[in-house]
């Protein structure tokens, strides 16, 4: 007979997902985890409202809460979970053992991967069957982030998830409460018919006193049983026909419990995520700033000083990226590659760091120091952006009603990893180099979308060539053109003299010239295509116009510049960018007008991607002139530069 007594629980997972890059394998791993998390959850939370369908749900729900607020200590949860992802059926079966207060085992599997998870009182392994590998981490584990069954709950969710209102439920383990609660507050109603539970289109069934659940939907099914009978545990070591990759303990259970954490955080953020609070700040060097609901951080100074200051003001944003990308999306790029994500970001800063500017790697320390983070694993995630599949666009002359030259950036990257939560524009003053806008994520500081104070504009989109890492990251070519480039001219130098990485395409723009330039670049060419130009992977040249885009977004990029050409402002440069040219995963979209020193900004939140979000109008040489003292007159003083030499 199984003892009772009140512990938190575990889980052991092996899961297997259909095999897809990028974006679309991380949206389905992170719903297929999603869906199995918050079915287990609210697997009995629809309520009815009389006290016997009250009492007949608790009954049938003890099983489960028993378990799940820690109070057996031995059980085993097994079955299947089907969800429809994309219109295709997914199946996963499930199967978890807790053996103790630090022992479990979880397994899931798909057709395409798989994942074994193994812990004991000294030792941690993941195990990815179909890749042949182990990752084994033995010793000690940090505290605050270790997969320790007894207290699991606190640790896997956080205040910025609206699972973390369910939490205490559960650990209460106390089914009559829950039951009340249920059919009281959220009105679960009793089919006496089917014998079910029904709310707002999911139906659960319980069977074998309480002991098997089944949560059917339109879109998911989830069939597990729970049982007192375990099978003897098998040591963490034992993985015959597989390799072993050393870690440290700490490492890989860090990994996964911040992974599982934001995860969580993604799929059902709560209001600290989707209404955070706008808490303007001061700091030596730096100043944060909401400006009709977007983060504005204004720095200054030396690297050192603007790193320190990125830090300061964005500590939570910050560390809620480096979560997404090194933990969350790290875990998923793990189980599809089979290689230890952290390897092969070393592997690549190792490749990329000697042709990063000192100056940037002392800003990256400093920002790491003031974040309370290793040094070398912060220059490590800044080389992360890889693969953005994105849209550009330049129009001016003929093509505008002033001929004034817009120049129109879509990022359509990965909302599913949460970078939304960190989105932040900043407004920087490098000492003794070009002051810039720079449309990015906290904790990163290098650029993909930016324009500077000498009115030159810049946006990419990622193509092939991953690991081809023998040269200047991109995002620090960009970054270095905004600190560097007056003139398009200085540029296409920076790129043509840069060795580059992976295969990259570009808009460059200068509002001073009414010049805009495609850019297509590998390490090993590049090629320049002028405006009006015909290109074969772009199409007809269209007069005064870049475009640059891919497959059907191109065709309707294309076909909305030459519909509205000649009319095309402000407001029409926006709706070019809008849906389908900006895909569902839009991070970001910017319009800049470098004339002017304006751009417009739209980021994506957890329910719409940026093309359906507003745009924020932010005036570089305003904010410029903002800042204190030197900052602001070198900003007026370039201003009557250039204003002298049109």
């Given at each position: ?11 052991r997972?092996?899961f297997?997902?259909?095999n897809?890059?990028g ?24 309520g009815?409202?009389a006290?016997?369908?009250a ?7 003890k099983?489960?809460?028993?378990c ?17 992802i ?6 996963i079966?499930v199967?978890l ?5 630090d ?42 982030d ?6 699991i709950?606190?640790?896997?969710v ?26 009281g ?15 707002g ?34 040591a ?21 419990v911040?992974g ?5 955080e993604?799929?059902a953020?709560?209001p600290r995520?989707t ?11 730096g100043?944060l ?12 100074g ?29 875990t ?18 190792a ?20 974040l ?26 003929t093509?505008t ?5 817009y ?40 650029s ?15 193509g092939?060539?991953e690991g ?8 620090t070519?960009?970054r ?20 580059r ?33 015909g ?41 070019l ?16 007008v ?5 751009l417009?900004?739209?980021?994506a939140?957890h ?7 507003p ?12 800042m ?19």
């Amino acid at each position: 007979m199984a003892r009772l007594r009140p512990r938190v629980p575990s889980l052991r997972v092996k899961f297997t997902i259909e095999n897809r890059q990028g974006d679309r394998f991380v949206r389905r791993t992170a719903l297929i985890i999603a869906t199995a998390v918050l079915a287990l959850i609210s697997s009995g939370s629809r309520g009815i409202g009389a006290e016997d369908d009250a009492s007949r749900l608790a009954g049938e729900l003890k099983p489960w809460l028993t378990c799940l607020a820690g109070q057996q200590e031995t059980f085993a949860v097994s079955g299947n979970i089907d969800v429809k992802i994309d219109g295709s059926l997914q199946h996963i079966a499930v199967r978890l053992e807790r053996f103790s207060d630090d022992a479990f085992d979880l397994d899931l599997t798909h057709a395409d991967y798989a994942v074994q998870l193994r812990r004991r009182r000294d030792a941690t392994a993941m195990a990815l069957p179909l890749h042949k590998v182990v990752f084994l981490g033995k010793g000690a584990t940090d505290a605050a982030d270790r997969l320790t069954p007894e207290g699991i709950t606190t640790r896997l969710v956080s205040s910025a998830s609206m699972v973390s209102a369910y939490a205490p439920l559960v650990q209460s383990g106390d089914a009559g409460t829950v039951a009340l609660l249920l059919t009281g507050l959220l009105k679960v109603e009793r089919d006496a018919v089917a014998e079910a539970w029904r709310v707002g289109g999911v139906t659960v069934r319980f069977t074998e006193a309480g002991r098997s659940v089944q949560v059917a939907s339109a879109d998911a099914n989830a069939r597990l049983s729970i049982s007192e009978t375990v099978s003897a545990p098998v040591a963490v070591d034992v993985w015959p026909g597989l390799k072993t990759v050393a870690l440290d303990r700490a490492e890989l259970e860090r990994q996964l419990v911040r992974g599982v954490r934001r995860a969580l955080e993604i799929v059902a953020p709560s209001p600290r995520l989707t209404s955070p609070a706008r808490t303007a700040k001061k700091v030596a060097h730096g100043e944060l700033r909401w400006i009709d609901g977007q983060r504005v951080a204004l720095l200054q100074g030396t690297p050192e000083q603007i790193g320190t200051a990125h830090g300061q003001l964005l500590k939570t944003e910050a560390m809620r990226c480096i979560d997404s990308v090194l933990y969350s999306f790290g875990t998923v790029e793990t189980v599809r590659s089979g290689r230890w994500f952290r390897h092969k970001l070393d592997d690549a800063y190792a490749r990329l760091a000697p042709h990063i500017p000192e100056r940037h790697k002392q800003e990256t320390r400093a920002m790491a120091k003031s974040l309370g983070l290793e040094p070398g694993l912060a220059e490590t995630l800044n080389v992360f952006p890889e693969l953005f599949h994105c849209s550009g666009f330049a129009v001016f002359g003929t093509a505008t009603t002033n001929g004034k030259l817009y120049h129109g950036r879509v990022l359509d990257y990965m909302t599913t990893i949460g970078l939304q939560d960190a989105a932040t524009t900043f407004i920087v003053a490098p000492q003794g180099k070009i002051a810039f806008a720079n449309v990015g994520y906290a904790g990163f500081i290098g650029s993909v979308s930016g324009m500077n104070a000498q009115s030159i504009s810049l946006g990419e989109m990622g193509g092939r060539g991953e690991g081809l890492w023998d040269g200047a990251p991109m995002a620090t070519l960009m970054r270095r053109a905004l600190e560097e480039c007056d003139s398009l001219d200085a540029v296409k130098t920076l790129w043509r003299d840069s060795p580059r990485t992976c295969e990259y395409y570009y808009v460059f723009a200068d509002g001073k010239t009414n010049q805009a330039v495609g850019v297509a670049a590998t390490p090993e060419s590049i090629q320049f295509v002028e405006p009006g130009q015909g290109h074969e992977l772009l199409g007809a040249g269209i007069p005064d116009a870049v475009v640059l885009s891919a497959g059907s977004r191109l065709e309707k990029l294309r076909a909305r510049v030459l519909e509205r050409h000649g009319e095309i402002d402000a407001e029409l440069g926006q709706w070019l960018m809008s849906r389908p040219v900006a895909m569902q995963s839009n991070l970001h979209n910017v319009l800049f007008v470098p004339e002017d020193g304006i751009l417009y900004v739209a980021n994506a939140d957890h329910k719409h991607p940026a093309a359906e979000r507003p745009y924020v109008r932010l005036d570089l040489n305003a904010l410029l002139k903002e800042m204190p003292g030197p900052v602001a007159a070198t900003v007026a003083a370039a201003g009557e530069s250039a204003a002298s030499a049109n």
